[in-house]
């Protein structure tokens, strides 16, 4: 099934709320104006607007219209292939295009130092108009490098920055703070980290960076977490990252189950007194993980180094080093290796094309269900999984993402897996939003005092 990387991102760039106001004018956002130069003119309305007619007397496209033609090509594909590219809305073309309001995209190109590249929108579109929708079911709008790269910051290496939804650096640098310092630096990527490289105040996150480790009550990052790290926690020895918060870890024997895969804190886990024989939340506590040759029932279960190995019949193994045998369980190769073809490896396999599926199907196996379905769980074990009814706005999505941990969990919207695994559609900047932190419920991706953050409150203050 596709990543979660490309819907991440997506989501982070195209705003979807339900204001239908026109997007302000580069004037009034404090942008750059481009300027065609053949047999054009330009007017000044009486609201102050300068407008730029073409020689047919048609408007030249703006930002955010390249923006909304690109929406609209992928939702074209999306409903010729009956499958999800920008979201899970079984509906016509306009129910998925109004759904991602591109219009709002303004929000972002108010941002200083953050433009829009016109070229990379027409490649965007070329791409999803000759992909299979086998590729566009695997990959959303990962298909072509263009199509996550079409809003960019154009400040260069060594300026300061202030970060934002959509970083103010170029492609290719960071904007990395020091001592968490307003503004940082705009700085080429140091090699990835790996597991447990980053020291005891820092953890590798999935952007293959160090990250500082919030301290206890402080905020904590949820998507910079990576789950085939086993070992690394966003937070300090002692605490553990819920809800996107710093909160303690569980003592000896607490209930466990749902509580964060780092609860139990070091030298612990949740694990289930008799692994054979798991039927209910309260079979699980925190204990001592288990040891090499012990049943399991995930990775995290296993002691520091092992993994859950469920071709063995779920038990606990060492882990994998670079050219050693592996096979498809979580962890089953040290961080950042992935097992490809049945070894481990430093390259990362693309999950290019997966297959259409139609509702009832089975999909244990990965491929796409249609639009308006996800992939669910038939029983409390998820040993058979079908294509079924996907939940609305509004309700749980939880149960769904033990089949398929996937923001497209819902027919509608997206499945908030930072915040309560409810089904919500991102709303605006200043409307409310249920839980302060990360949440898909918002546009730019964070809730501060029950209201969404705009785009702008998302850079660093100085």
Same mark, same amino acid.
């Given at each position: 099934?596709r990543?979660?990387?490309?819907i991440?991102?997506?989501?982070?760039?195209?705003?979807? *709320?339900?204001?239908?106001?026109p997007a302000?004018?580069?004037?009034?956002?404090?942008?750059d104006?481009?300027t065609?130069t053949?047999d054009?003119?330009?007017?000044?309305?009486?609201?102050g607007?300068?407008s730029?007619?073409t020689?047919?007397?048609?408007?030249?496209p703006g930002?955010?219209?390249?923006?909304?033609?690109?929406?609209?090509?992928?939702?074209?594909?999306?409903?010729a292939c009956?499958h999800?590219v920008?979201?899970?809305?079984p509906?016509?073309v306009?129910?998925?295009v109004?759904?991602?309001?591109?219009?709002?995209t303004s929000?972002?190109?108010?941002l200083p130092?953050?433009?829009l590249?016109?070229?990379? @929108?027409q490649?965007? @579109?070329a791409?999803l108009e000759?992909?299979?929708c086998?590729?566009?079911?695997?990959?959303?709008?990962?298909?072509?490098?263009a199509?996550?790269?079409?809003?960019v910051?154009?400040?260069g290496?060594?300026?300061?920055?202030?970060g934002?939804?959509v970083?103010d650096?170029?492609p290719g640098l960071?904007?990395?703070f020091t001592?968490?310092t307003?503004?940082?630096?705009?700085?080429?990527?140091?090699?990835?980290?790996? =597991?447990?490289s980053c020291?005891p105040?820092a953890?590798?996150?999935s952007?293959?960076e160090?990250?500082?480790?919030a301290?206890?009550?402080?905020?904590c990052?949820?998507?910079l977490?990576d789950?085939?790290?086993l070992s690394d926690?966003?937070c300090?020895?002692?605490?553990h990252?819920?809800d996107?918060?710093c909160?303690?870890?569980?003592a000896?024997?607490?209930?466990c189950?749902?509580e964060?895969?780092?609860?139990?804190?070091?030298g612990a886990?949740?694990?289930?007194?008799d692994p054979?024989?798991?039927?209910t939340?309260?079979?699980?506590? *925190?204990?001592?993980?288990?040891?090499?040759? =012990?049943?399991?029932?995930?990775?995290?279960d296993?002691?520091?180094?092992?993994y859950?190995?469920?071709?063995?019949?779920?038990?606990?193994?060492a882990?994998?080093?670079?050219?050693?045998?592996?096979d498809?369980?979580v962890?089953a190769?040290?961080?950042p290796?992935?097992?490809v073809?049945?070894?481990?490896?430093?390259?990362?396999?693309i999950v290019?094309?997966?297959?259409?599926?139609?509702e009832?199907?089975r999909?244990?196996?990965g491929?796409s269900?249609?639009?308006?379905?996800? *992939?669910?769980c038939?029983d409390?074990?998820?040993?058979?999984?079908h294509?079924?009814?996907?939940p609305?706005?509004g309700?749980s999505? =939880?149960?769904?993402?033990?089949?398929?941990?996937?923001?497209?969990a819902?027919s509608q919207?997206?499945?908030?897996?930072?915040?309560?695994?409810?089904c919500?559609l991102?709303?605006?900047a200043?409307?409310?939003c249920?839980?302060d932190g990360?949440?898909?419920?918002?546009v730019?991706?964070?809730?501060?005092g029950?209201?969404?953050?705009?785009?702008?409150e998302?850079?660093?203050?100085?």
């Amino acid at each position: 099934m596709r990543s979660v990387l490309p819907i991440l991102f997506l989501t982070a760039l195209l705003p979807a *709320c339900t204001d239908t106001t026109p997007a302000a004018s580069a004037t009034e956002s404090g942008g750059d104006t481009a300027t065609e130069t053949s047999d054009d003119s330009t007017s000044t309305g009486s609201d102050g607007e300068t407008s730029t007619n073409t020689s047919d007397g048609q408007d030249p496209p703006g930002d955010v219209d390249r923006v909304c033609d690109l929406i609209r090509a992928a939702c074209e594909r999306q409903v010729a292939c009956g499958h999800a590219v920008v979201n899970n809305n079984p509906g016509d073309v306009d129910a998925c295009v109004a759904q991602q309001q591109c219009e709002s995209t303004s929000d972002v190109l108010a941002l200083p130092n953050v433009e829009l590249d016109p070229d990379a @929108i027409q490649t965007c @579109i070329a791409a999803l108009e000759a992909t299979s929708c086998g590729e566009l079911a695997a990959q959303g709008l990962g298909v072509d490098e263009a199509c996550q790269h079409y809003l960019v910051g154009t400040l260069g290496a060594g300026e300061s920055c202030h970060g934002g939804s959509v970083s103010d650096c170029a492609p290719g640098l960071s904007c990395v703070f020091t001592d968490d310092t307003c503004p940082g630096t705009c700085t080429a990527p140091a090699p990835a980290c790996s =597991e447990g490289s980053c020291g005891p105040a820092a953890f590798c996150g999935s952007n293959g960076e160090c990250q500082r480790r919030a301290e206890l009550g402080a905020a904590c990052d949820e998507t910079l977490i990576d789950f085939t790290n086993l070992s690394d926690d966003p937070c300090a020895v002692g605490a553990h990252c819920a809800d996107s918060v710093c909160v303690a870890d569980l003592a000896a024997d607490a209930a466990c189950w749902g509580e964060g895969l780092h609860a139990c804190g070091p030298g612990a886990a949740c694990v289930c007194a008799d692994p054979d024989a798991c039927e209910t939340d309260a079979d699980f506590t *925190c204990g001592p993980p288990r040891a090499a040759g =012990e049943p399991c029932n995930m990775a995290f279960d296993c002691a520091e180094g092992l993994y859950c190995d469920f071709e063995q019949g779920g038990r606990c193994a060492a882990r994998k080093g670079l050219g050693e045998a592996c096979d498809d369980s979580v962890g089953a190769c040290l961080h950042p290796l992935t097992c490809v073809d049945g070894a481990c490896d430093d390259e990362a396999p693309i999950v290019t094309e997966v297959p259409l599926l139609a509702e009832g199907e089975r999909c244990d196996e990965g491929g796409s269900c249609p639009l308006g379905s996800t *992939c669910t769980c038939d029983d409390a074990n998820c040993t058979d999984q079908h294509c079924a009814a996907a939940p609305g706005l509004g309700e749980s999505c =939880e149960a769904q993402l033990k089949a398929d941990y996937t923001p497209f969990a819902c027919s509608q919207g997206l499945c908030d897996v930072f915040a309560g695994n409810v089904c919500v559609l991102p709303a605006a900047a200043g409307e409310p939003c249920p839980v302060d932190g990360f949440t898909f419920a918002c546009v730019s991706l964070i809730c501060v005092g029950g209201e969404c953050a705009s785009a702008g409150e998302t850079l660093c203050q100085e």
